[in-house]
Nanobody, 126 residues
């Protein structure tokens, strides 16, 4: 049973920084993609960023490029999301997602990912 456990959400002022973590367990990790989505009230879940574990290749949403950085710790099977220059519009529940998939692409659609964390609230006050 794959488990994704997120941590690190909370309240931050606009312009501030925050780091989210997602620890994965329950399966051998190699050819998989892990990433982050977010969902604001009344809106659809949207892609933020993801990383292909084996290559380290990444895919960022335009809205977070230059502000957010995804990284991974192979030994801990953990992916991190460093968020800088946060804006009020970044306020959402952030979800970690993962799935095992061949090839080289990094999907941006939620249905491409089978495993999800419980979500962590990020609130940016303006």
């Amino acid at each position: 049973q794959v488990q994704l456990v997120e941590s690190g959400g909370g309240l931050v002022q606009a312009g501030g920084s925050m780091r989210l973590s997602c620890a994965a367990s329950g399966r051998t990790f190699s050819n998989h993609v892990m990433g982050w989505f977010r969902q604001a009230p009344g809106k659809e879940r949207e892609f933020v960023v993801a990383i292909r574990w084996s290559s380290g290749n990444t895919n960022y949403a335009d809205s977070v490029k230059g502000r957010f950085t995804i990284s991974r710790d192979n030994a801990k099977n953990t992916v991190y999301l460093q968020m800088n220059s946060l804006k009020a519009e970044d306020t959402a529940v952030y979800y970690c997602a993962a799935d095992w998939m061949g090839g080289f692409t990094i999907p941006r659609i939620p249905r491409a990912y089978m495993y999800w964390g419980q979500g962590t609230q990020v609130t940016v006050s303006s």
